[in-house]
């Protein structure tokens, strides 16, 4: 049994320092995957913050129908997003992981990016995870509780997550590497995105307390 999990251990560490060889750059889908991982941010950020400060949406179908219709956007990009990654990952090499502890280490990584992006999306609730705050829905106050409480954005360590349990299941070094492509486009996204949600927040409590 301890001979087995070292294996499989020694076997995934190989898969991990694997990645520099394992990436065959002359594919045009590992392009159009890189490409679908940066657009998304760079879009929603974009639409929102137009939508603060010009309500381009709202003036037209109201704040709701805006936020739902972006959501909407948002929905639709990512599973396109999804299908690029995996063709991206079929069209790379492959590196053989030993079956049953490939499916472990899957369905680990799979309950763990569920988990986070469930109970995020449960304590933000729709409006709060696709930028309601931008259309002027906004919460009473910013959402602590798990799994807030440990992270600070959990939704998008629970996709970089989800992103490196797909590349674990195709067995491709080359998932490795664009699930750390992917961590770097929220990281930047994150710099935008985290000033401008403080901003608004502190503006409502400004707010708040004027009229008292």
């Not at 090499?93 to 049953?100: I, K, N, T």
């Not at 486009?185 to 502190?202: D, H, Q, S, V, W």
Request: aromatic share 16%; proline share 4%; glycine share 6%.
């Amino acid at each position: 049994m301890l001979s087995s999990l070292l294996v499989a251990i020694t076997r995934l560490l190989e898969f991990v320092t694997s990645v520099p060889s394992n990436i065959d750059w002359t594919k045009s889908s590992l392009y159009a995957s890189m490409l679908s991982i940066s657009a998304p941010p760079v879009l929603w950020n974009l639409v929102a913050r137009n939508e603060f400060r010009r309500r381009t949406l709202a003036k037209y179908i109201g704040p709701h129908a805006g936020c739902i219709t972006l959501a909407t956007i948002i929905f639709a990009v990512g599973l396109y997003r999804e299908v690029l990654y995996i063709k991206a990952l079929d069209d790379q090499p492959e590196y053989s992981l030993l079956r049953g502890f490939k499916t472990a280490a899957f369905w680990i990584l799979l309950v763990t990016s569920n988990l986070l992006l469930i109970t995020s999306f449960s304590g933000l609730g729709f409006y709060g995870t696709f930028f309601g705050d931008h259309f002027g829905i906004l919460k009473e106050e910013r959402v602590t509780r798990f799994p807030f409480s440990v992270l600070d954005d959990p939704m998008y360590v629970g996709s970089t997550i989800y992103f490196v349990g797909i590349a674990v299941w195709y067995e491709r070094p080359a998932g490795l590497m664009l699930s750390l492509y992917a961590a770097l486009n929220y990281y930047i996204a994150l710099k935008f995105e985290r000033p401008f949600t403080n901003m608004i927040y502190g503006k409502q409590n400004s707010d708040l307390n004027h009229r008292d």
